[in-house]
């Protein structure tokens, strides 16, 4: 815990941080320290980590990013929160130490965690790029070694994106397998939680203490919570020491290695399923054929949804109050004014046409029956493979102010933003470097399962790396 304050304290330039608590970071510390020393076997004890600031805590605050929230701090913790730390209430705790919360896209609205009220974080693998988002910070916060994992959480590509762009390894569960309580809400049906970390045994270790049914979520998913860890080396039927992943069929959608993916990506991925392949795997050709389509189904859905989440923030009981008015409407009008960055302030307006009189059916309705259609696309492709495989984005981190065109930041999320709307759970697995002027900015491979198919993307990612 010493050591990460010390790590995050130099390296402060990166702007991956927004709040630390070094005295309470320490307190739990030594907290585990007694407890390890009094017997206590949990492995996860004492082991420091960083939550994204969307995730509320009773002793740091949380912004989202967001000058509308800036100074909040909840009377409550987060259950992924509780479940990694101390615990609250009826949850077990895992003991980690919460050494801070890290940077993000105001309200995860963003893939390159310039949409922050408190500045951009910097990919520590070239200061001038981006780090990818929303969860940027917890991305650049573990690729730079300032804490062994973090919290991200991924409503259309959020944990993936980023752990690629920063060559960690991240996974967005199913929808619904870790708890949504204490996660400041952009888009309620898509949002999940996930753990960001170097390896995917480091992930499996947070995810197993991450999981669990929560009565505080209604959406939240009834069933077992599996030992992700002992499930790594679970060896498949058929398959043998040399080849682990024998048996095992990845599907590599045509539509992710079309136009648009970038050659130095589209060769490091492809090195990359070598490998799987020489693991065992067999490579076969599926199809996802309304990928394109993710893009206006998932930029209408999840606008629409954060237009009304977002209507809590009016001044009165959460966040930012604006200082002079003559009424009501008025304060409402200049606090949300002053409070919402210029991204939310788009997706507010599209969201709320959207779902407006006279534009519901032509616009939200249409949207919806895609997002089924697309859904219905991985259910026939996982008839003809186990794992879905391809690229997580179709570049490396770009510059810092190359992709000022909010539209040119939501056709980079073509690859992402499927898996999410129909509920999949999807991992980012470090694949190598980009090339030429981009040798030094990491590639992701992307890992699609079906629904509650964790054990086995990680169990791939683990025998890959
Ligand atoms: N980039 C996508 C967006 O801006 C996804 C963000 C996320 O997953 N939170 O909405």
Redesign the pocket.
């Known amino acids: 815990t010493r050591a990460a304050l010390d790590r995050i304290a130099a390296h402060a330039d990166l702007g991956a941080f927004l709040h630390v608590d070094a005295d309470g970071a320490m307190k739990s510390a030594q907290a585990a320290d007694a407890a390890r020393a009094a017997g206590d076997t949990r492995p996860l004890l004492g082991v420091p980590v960083a939550h994204k600031d969307v995730f509320v805590t009773r002793t740091l605050p949380a912004t989202a990013g967001s000058r509308m929230l800036v100074g909040y701090v909840s009377p409550f913790d987060a259950t992924v929160v509780a479940r990694l730390g101390s615990g609250a209430d009826d949850f077990a705790g895992a003991g980690m130490v919460t050494v801070g919360k890290t940077n993000m ?1 105001e309200f ?4 390159a965690n310039e949409n922050s009220a408190y500045g951009p974080v910097r990919n520590p693998w070239d200061l001038a790029s981006i780090p990818g ?3 940027g910070g917890s991305a650049a916060a573990v690729a730079a070694r300032l804490v062994p994992a973090a919290t991200g ?7 993936r ?1 980023p752990a690629a762009m920063c060559g960690i390894t991240g996974i967005k569960p199913t929808y619904g397998l870790c708890s949504r309580y204490g996660m400041i809400a ?1 888009a309620s049906s ?2 999940q939680a996930g753990p960001m970390a170097q390896t995917a045994w480091d992930c499996a270790a947070l995810l197993t203490a991450m999981t669990g049914f929560d009565p505080r979520d209604a959406t939240s998913v009834e069933r077992a919570v599996p030992d992700y860890v002992a499930a790594l080396d679970q060896p498949l039927p058929g398959a043998t020491a040399a080849q682990p992943l024998k048996g095992l069929r990845i599907g590599l959608p045509r539509e992710y290695f079309g136009t648009g993916l970038a050659a130095d990506v589209e060769s490091a991925v492809r090195t990359a399923l070598k490998t799987i392949e020489s693991l065992g795997a067999t490579l076969v050709d599926v199809s996802l054929p309304l990928t394109e389509l993710s893009i206006p189904a ?2 209408i859905i ?1 606008p629409a949804e954060a237009s009304s989440n977002l209507s809590r923030f009016d001044g009165v009981r959460f966040g930012h109050r604006t200082a002079q008015y003559k009424d009501l409407a008025e304060m409402y009008g200049k606090s949300r004014t002053e409070g919402f960055g210029p991204e939310v302030k788009r997706r507010i307006m599209i969201g709320a046409y959207v779902l407006s009189h006279g534009y519901y059916d032509a616009y939200y309705l249409q949207a919806q029956k895609i997002r089924r259609l697309i859904a219905d696309d991985f259910a026939r492709a996982f008839t003809q493979c186990d794992v879905i495989a391809g690229p997580v984005s179709p570049t490396v981190a770009w510059n810092r102010g190359d992709k000022a065109d909010p539209l040119a ?2 056709l980079a ?1 073509i690859y ?2 499927s898996a ?1 709307l129909a509920g999949l759970p999807g991992m980012s697995v470090p694949a190598g470097f980009g090339a030429g002027a981009n040798a030094r900015r990491p590639v992701g491979l992307q890992l699609i399962g079906p629904h509650f198919a964790e054990e086995r993307l990680l169990r791939v990612a683990h025998q890959f790396q």
């Open positions: 896209d995860a609205m963003g893939s988002g929303s969860s959480t991924d409503t259309g590509g959020s944990i994106q952009f898509l949002d998932y930029y999840a930041n939501y999320d992402t933003l999410s």
